[in-house]
């Protein structure tokens, strides 16, 4: 049942806003920002902790990850109120208390209707994801587990690599143990809490920045942060990539922080401590996914860029226009000079590294073509009608929100000031979107598109981060078009002709509550019954399902994986088909495999062994590739192959045919067509 996952979720829920909300607190952040800005700075702790364990030999656990948060803790704590400076800190507060609640209550209210559609989507507490990614993700998790070793160069490790971003992984071990639950639950846990409680926190202090909206826009925002095609709805339907949906869950945040920096002048009265926060919040979301935390800097890249261009010239340019008495021009430009204040040259420097450090990591960014296969599939029309209107990869879009996209557009391009901001928010992804989904190939689209890999489905994900935002600032448009409707309609009533001094008039704040909260439960109920919505999530459900030709594991394989305890020893090792979904008997089997993904790097000899292995009776070089002194065992799994992979393209051939009848293998257990054999060869 589902309710033997909530130890998993609370373990998370804590896991994520604990560690980053006492140390932000510390930091002399308001309590709802640190909060809601908590989960990229736990990722950040937790990534810290595990480096200190390697750094001092010891298993990562929860030990580590308390012990990282105590002295993040105390070392902000020594700031803020052990030093005149810190003691000066005005505190960082984008977010009030009262519209966290709002926040809070709308996305209340959105979970009631739209948790059933994601327990739908995952089919069953026990269930995995049968995607291609999900074989190195299960053993990664269980590396750590086994090992206590869980930076991401370990993690790296595993590929036989350098370095993989983990903190996904990390999290997830670290709820299976906690939790008591089994690795499918805790799986389930970390990604309901990711896309239905990191998600929604994340995009509040976001829009809160870039919006600012009201009570109504603020409950109606609950519903509509999960009603987007694009995240987290397309990798789930198209594949289970967690570190990025992580990523992309916490990257709002991250991106919130960089344009209040940029749009706030008070904040530099504090720099050491934005640069901090900013700093460790993208080394959370950058170890869970690099990709998402550029996302994350594009989308506030023209914001910055925008507000250093009017800085150069309202500040810095008009006092070096100013006239002067002095008849020297050398004295002229000499005393423009001196007379620019220090804050605004201050401001200058910070934005400018802000926009040159955001473009020199997204050019450096992209990878090589080989890494980055993604084709063109639509039109620049369709790609930017798409990007604008809330869609993606040609999903169905819910008219509500091409509605209210529309509108948000359209109060962005009449609108001043703030009103601009959501456009100016959108150019980065949307340029990023376009060029991966409908640019041709060419090295400036690598430049764009390439550090997601240029794969459609993930700059789509990470389209969502702009295009909510985008359709709050749209109802908000909605809420004060009615208010000043409605100010009107009283003056004329009351025989007035002009508007009040103050404006129309808001509502009170009992009444817009009692509106808000009925709008967003309209809403909620709209997008979790609309047909094409609940079929969305059907069709997502397809990479939970355990057909009888599951692509990564069938219902016979999890049997076998359950029987291997029983039949393998401890110290066994098991050779198995990576690419037949084998590498899996490491996480579900509790045993040691010879290949625990399909594109682990090999060895000369490994590769020989995987051409020749029918053979080992009779080839000695076979036998001197495996470990000796260990039992050894081949696992002979369903002849389906990931991806339709071709066992003649992996070079897996020496594996085909083994029987009973081959010398050197003796028939230990069978299920179905999985038989389990001894290595008796060696």
């Known amino acids: 049942m589902w309710t033997d996952v909530i130890p998993g979720v609370a373990v998370a829920l804590a896991m994520f806003v604990v560690p980053g909300a ?102 069953e507490p026990t269930t ?70 990191v998600w929604p926190l994340s995009m509040w202090l976001l829009v809160e920045v870039l919006v600012r909206p009201g009570a109504i826009a603020r409950l109606v925002t609950g519903p509509l942060s999960l009603a987007f095609a694009g995240f987290p709805l397309v990798l789930l339907d198209w594949g289970l990539v967690y570190p990025t949906i992580l990523a992309l869950a916490a990257a709002p945040a991250l991106a919130a922080a960089v344009i209040h920096l940029a749009i706030d002048h008070e904040l530099l009265a504090a720099p050491v401590r934005i640069a901090a926060i900013i700093g460790a919040m993208g080394i959370g979301v950058g170890i869970a996914h690099p990709g998402a935390a550029l996302a994350a800097l594009i989308l506030a890249l023209p914001i910055a860029l925008l507000t250093l261009v009017r800085h150069l010239d309202r500040s810095v340019l008009r006092s070096l226009r100013r006239p002067t008495s002095s008849t020297s021009r050398h004295a002229s430009s000499g005393s423009s000079l001196r007379s620019i204040p220090a804050g605004d040259l201050a401001r200058t420097a910070v934005l400018a590294v802000v926009v040159a450090g955001i473009v020199a990591v997204w050019a450096t960014m992209a990878p090589t073509t080989d890494t980055a296969p993604w084709t063109a599939f639509q039109s620049t029309p369709q790609a930017l009608g798409e990007a604008f209107l809330g869609g993606a990869m040609g999903r169905y879009t819910l008219p509500v929100i091409v509605v209210l996209s529309a509108l948000g557009l359209l109060g962005a391009l009449l609108g001043r000031g703030r009103d601009r901001l959501v456009l100016l928010a959108m150019l980065g992804p949307v340029a990023v979107y376009w060029a991966s989904s409908a640019a041709q190939d060419a090295t400036w689209r690598n430049l764009l598109s390439g550090f997601l890999y240029r794969d459609n489905y993930r700059t789509a994900a990470a389209l969502t981060l702009a295009a909510v935002p985008l359709v709050v600032a749209g109802a908000e448009l909605i809420v004060r078009g009615l208010r000043r409707a409605h100010a009107a309609w009283r003056a004329r009533r009351d025989g007035d002709e002009a508007t009040p001094a103050g404006g129309p008039a808001k509502l009170p704040a009992a009444a817009a509550l009692v509106v808000g909260v009925l709008a967003s439960t309209a809403l909620s109920w709209h997008i979790s019954s609309d047909p094409q919505v609940r079929e969305r999530f ?115 051939l020496g594996f085909a045919g083994i029987t009973e009848d081959t010398p050197g293998f003796e028939l230990v257990h069978e299920l179905g067509d999985t038989r389990l054999y001894e290595i008796t060869a060696c």
């Open 22 to 123: 006492s140390v932000l607190l510390c930091c002399r952040v308001s309590w709802p920002t640190a909060l809601v800005a908590a989960p990229p700075m736990s990722l950040a702790l937790l990534a810290v902790s595990t480096l200190l364990a390697a750094l001092l030999g010891s298993d990562w656990g929860l030990v580590w990850l308390i012990g990282t948060t105590v002295l993040g803790i105390g070392i902000c704590a020594l700031w803020s109120w052990a030093t005149p400076w810190g003691r000066r800190i005005p505190r960082w507060s984008p977010l009030s208390a009262a519209a966290a609640g709002q926040y809070l209550v709308g996305q209340v209210i959105a979970l009631v209707f739209l948790v059933p559609l994601y327990l739908t989507a995952f089919v």
């Open 538 to 652: 059907t069709d997502a459900a397809d990479a939970y399902r355990t057909w009888e030709i599951a692509d990564l594991v069938s219902g016979t394989e999890f049997e076998m994986f359950e029987d291997l305890p029983e039949h393998v020893p401890e110290d066994g090792y098991v050779v198995t088909d990576p690419w037949e979904g084998g590498g899996l008997a490491y996480a579900l089997g509790d045993r040691e495999v010879s290949r625990i993904y399909m594109t682990v790097k090999r060895t000369d000899e490994e590769a020989y062994l995987d051409r020749h292995f029918a053979d080992i009776a009779s080839d000695p070089r076979i036998c001197d590739t495996l470990p000796e002194d260990r039992p050894l065992y081949y696992l002979d799994l369903e002849e389906h192959r990931l991806g339709g992979n071709e066992i003649e393209d992996s070079g897996y």
């Open 128 to 197: 995995i994801a049968q995607r291609y990614d999900n074989a190195f993700h299960l053993n990664a998790i269980e590396a750590i587990i086994r090992t206590g070793e869980a930076t991401p160069f370990d993690t790296g490790q595993l590929l036989r690599g350098s370095v993989y971003p983990n903190s996904w992984h990390t999290a997830a071990a670290l709820v299976q143990e906690l939790s008591g639950i089994g690795l499918a639950q805790s799986v389930h846990a970390l990604a309901l809490v990711t896309v239905l409680g």
